[in-house]
């Protein structure tokens, strides 16, 4: 790409889905960045970038969760936290945190993959949030926070003493900030640790994901004392809980921050804010308030310095051509071969598992995506080959409540099924079973920007569809937005067989809004 200066807008959220957690780096000109996959695999989630603004899918560095038995079910809110990435020494790292079991390093050549084995660093219970600095004098040393849930602790920053090889940590760690000693700061978490002109800092959120802001601290030892100050907040925007990602610098010279938003249902989308530095040695970001307290997140702002905007994005449809599921996939523990075959030729085709049927929740072999920021259309073709008699396949919405709409294989033959659960045992059915003529249906989740999501049917293709009389108001999952997936299960007892084919997926989305004026007052110019 040829690099020159562009008056291209873009708006945010530049990743309007759910991308929870970000964490970006800049090596040779190239942007990579993670964010927390939870229960969800393969995890770790790797996009790579030209010009911060427009991301493709570069790969996933986890392949499974390393708990393989415990991640055999399905375990929502835990799994991948916020992870952190680095490039040191010619390769790139990755610390991410199990709230249940501890901290793991893992590295790579290359962004893509692959990746080393994950490496438990740091075992424990409510140790989250880590991120590693590696200093000019050829140490390193380890930041993290504290999950209340798990230890009963939060809002505290804890740093170690790390082996450079990261392989161990050399103390038992000291706290350096304490979020109780800071008047109105609560959930202090989410820290980056960064060095600059002889400057320690670690950037941190406090004030809880949907409510929180963007503070900053430094000191002249990486164990304190810390100053600190907010540099992001609302303010009068529409952009709630703006913080927690990655300062990066770009190849120009120019500083930007990466963040998340928390949408609900939606999930936490990333936002992109212009980055400097005061006089008196402090960031700012956003829009600077006039008054020198926190900026405000900004709605559109020019392009960073020599790119250009790319027409690449996140893939969401898929045409099952390729022998491999698409990067937008992933079930809900760790998977199973059994669970699904794609052999390149246009067809994914699902196994049915036997599993208590009861609540799709707790179904590990839910094959998902996430749902997209803006109003969207979810279609797909499936087709039941040979299963026994109870088995059910469909598409879902799925969140700490679900909606589902399908075709059930019954004695007499088939029928369209519904139905929807959350937290208990047990789900209801949201429509009477309606005869079908044969094992193919084509299936529609249409979901507005309230979100509500509507669905149809139809018997096949140039018929028309045929809308269900009931919607369902998404909701978000544990820590993740909610997510669009398909699924097969038998009932529990009878004996595994038969195959659901599923036909391409389409998935398409309301137009990305565009900036329509390159006039912007930046406040990089200020």
């Not at 090889?165 to 980056?192: M, Q």
């Not at 941190?204 to 409510?211: E, K, N, S």
């Not at 294989?409 to 044969?438: K, N």
């Not at 009878?494 to 004026?517: F, K």
Request: hydrophobic fraction near 35%.
């Amino acid at each position: 790409m040829t690099a020159r200066n562009s008056t291209a807008l873009y708006s945010n959220p530049i990743l309007n889905g759910d991308w929870p957690d970000p964490d970006a780096v800049q090596v040779d000109g190239i942007y990579y960045l993670i964010a927390s996959s939870f229960n969800r695999v393969p995890g770790l989630p790797v996009l790579r970038s030209r010009n911060l603004v427009d991301w493709e899918h570069a790969g996933h560095a986890l392949a499974e969760l390393p708990q393989g038995s415990h991640y055999s079910l399905v375990r929502h809110g835990s799994g991948v936290w916020a992870p952190s990435l680095r490039h040191h020494d010619g390769r790139f790292w990755i610390f991410y945190p199990d709230a249940d079991h501890g901290i793991f390093v893992l590295s790579a050549e290359k962004a893509e993959g692959p990746w080393s084995p994950p490496h438990l660093l740091y075992a424990g219970r409510g140790l989250i949030d880590p991120c590693p600095l590696w200093d000019d004098d050829g140490k390193a040393y380890l930041v993290h926070g504290w999950a209340q849930s798990r230890i009963g602790v939060k809002n505290r920053l804890t740093v170690h003493r790390m082996s450079p090889d990261a392989s161990r940590l050399l103390d038992n760690g000291t706290h350096v900030i304490n979020g109780g000693d800071i008047p109105g700061y609560t959930t202090l978490e989410g820290p980056k640790f960064y060095k600059r002109d002889g400057w320690y800092w670690i950037f941190a959120p406090a004030g809880g994901v949907a409510t929180g802001w963007q503070s900053v601290f430094r000191s002249r030892s990486p164990f304190g004392p810390y100053e600190g100050r907010r540099v992001l907040e609302q303010g009068s925007t529409g952009v709630n809980g703006p913080h927690q990602g990655a300062w990066v610098s770009t190849p120009q010279g120019q500083d930007w921050f990466l963040h998340f938003q928390d949408r609900g249902p939606y999930g936490r989308v990333v936002h992109l804010q212009p980055m400097g530095w005061d006089a008196d040695g402090w960031p700012w970001m956003g829009e600077p308030a006039d008054d020198g307290g926190p900026g405000v997140p900004v709605i559109s702002h020019p392009y960073p310095e020599g790119t250009l905007p790319e027409d690449v994005a996140p893939p969401t449809s898929d045409s099952f051509t390729s022998p491999w599921l698409g990067p937008q996939w992933h079930w809900q523990a760790n998977p199973r071969e059994a669970w699904s075959f794609q052999g390149g030729g246009g067809q994914l085709v699902l196994r049915p598992q036997a599993n208590d049927p009861v609540n799709l929740r707790e179904l590990p072999n839910v094959l998902g995506q996430i749902l997209p920021g803006t109003p969207s259309t979810f279609t797909a073709t499936l087709e039941l080959d040979d299963v026994p008699v109870g088995t059910r396949a469909g598409v879902v919405v799925l969140g700490q409540k679900y909606a589902w709409l399908g075709i059930i294989r019954t004695a007499d033959g088939y029928v369209l099924g519904s139905g929807a659960g959350g937290e208990g045992p047990h789900e209801q059915a949201l429509g009477r079973p309606v005869p079908l003529d044969g094992p193919r249906i084509e299936l529609q989740i249409r979901t507005d920007g309230t979100p509500c999501s509507t669905f149809a049917w139809r018997a096949g293709p140039g018929l028309p569809w045929e809308v269900q009389g009931w919607n369902f108001d998404v909701v978000e999952g544990k820590w993740i937005g909610a997510e669009l997936g398909l699924f097969a299960t038998s009932p529990l007892g009878s004996q595994e067989g038969g195959s659901v084919i599923v036909g391409p997926v389409r998935v398409d989305t309301a137009p990305v809004r565009r900036a329509a004026s390159p006039h912007f007052a930046s406040a990089a110019s200020t």
